[in-house]
């Protein structure tokens, strides 16, 4: 077989960046999970200037891992989550993002910021470019949906990091 078709070096590649969208669900409920136990465990440790966006991210990241987890549980579309999609080239930046950083006992705004922002442009690629690879139907919804969301707290997240390191409150 030559050495581009599916036995060899460029085919094990491609297989290999593959996973199936059930996968991909799991690893996207994760990446929500830990965002909302880490955001939650937060909420009494951060200053009172950003404890109401923390508390919101808290929630936000929990109403996303339940999106995230009730698809997965239809069974109308089962047979679309063995199917085997591309892993998006934000795959590695995306599943290392479930990993939380250690802040300490009182972390400063800014640092808390930074990580938010980190987490919402790693959310927004890879759930734009998921969207862009799957069937249309619920799972394309879901991803366009939780894209577009993404995009506007990294907007708002923006303004407010903004606001927060050009006034002097880090």
Request: hydrophobic content about 35%; glycine content about 8%.
């Given at each position: 077989?030559?050495?581009?078709?599916?036995?060899?070096?460029?085919?094990?590649?491609?297989?290999?960046?593959?996973?199936t969208l059930g996968e991909i669900l799991e690893v996207a409920a994760s990446f929500e999970a830990s965002a909302r136990d880490f955001y939650t465990g937060l909420i009494p440790r951060v200053s009172k200037r950003i404890r109401y966006l923390v508390e919101e991210l808290a929630e936000e990241e929990a109403r996303h891992h339940d999106l995230f987890s009730d698809l997965a549980a239809r069974g109308d579309i089962a047979g679309q989550l063995r199917a085997r999609v591309e892993t998006p080239a934000s795959d590695t930046r995306f599943s290392d993002c479930i990993q939380v950083p250690e802040l300490g006992a009182e972390p400063d705004d800014q640092a808390i910021l930074q990580y938010a922002l980190g987490r919402e442009q790693a959310a927004m690629e890879q759930y734009r470019s998921l969207a862009g690879s799957v069937e249309p139907g619920p799972v394309r919804e879901l991803f366009e949906f939780l894209a577009e969301e993404e995009t506007r707290h990294k907007a708002e997240l923006e303004k407010l990091y903004y606001e927060t390191v050009h006034s002097g409150g880090v």
């Amino acid at each position: 077989m030559s050495e581009h078709g599916e036995g060899g070096v460029h085919g094990i590649d491609r297989i290999r960046a593959r996973k199936t969208l059930g996968e991909i669900l799991e690893v996207a409920a994760s990446f929500e999970a830990s965002a909302r136990d880490f955001y939650t465990g937060l909420i009494p440790r951060v200053s009172k200037r950003i404890r109401y966006l923390v508390e919101e991210l808290a929630e936000e990241e929990a109403r996303h891992h339940d999106l995230f987890s009730d698809l997965a549980a239809r069974g109308d579309i089962a047979g679309q989550l063995r199917a085997r999609v591309e892993t998006p080239a934000s795959d590695t930046r995306f599943s290392d993002c479930i990993q939380v950083p250690e802040l300490g006992a009182e972390p400063d705004d800014q640092a808390i910021l930074q990580y938010a922002l980190g987490r919402e442009q790693a959310a927004m690629e890879q759930y734009r470019s998921l969207a862009g690879s799957v069937e249309p139907g619920p799972v394309r919804e879901l991803f366009e949906f939780l894209a577009e969301e993404e995009t506007r707290h990294k907007a708002e997240l923006e303004k407010l990091y903004y606001e927060t390191v050009h006034s002097g409150g880090v």
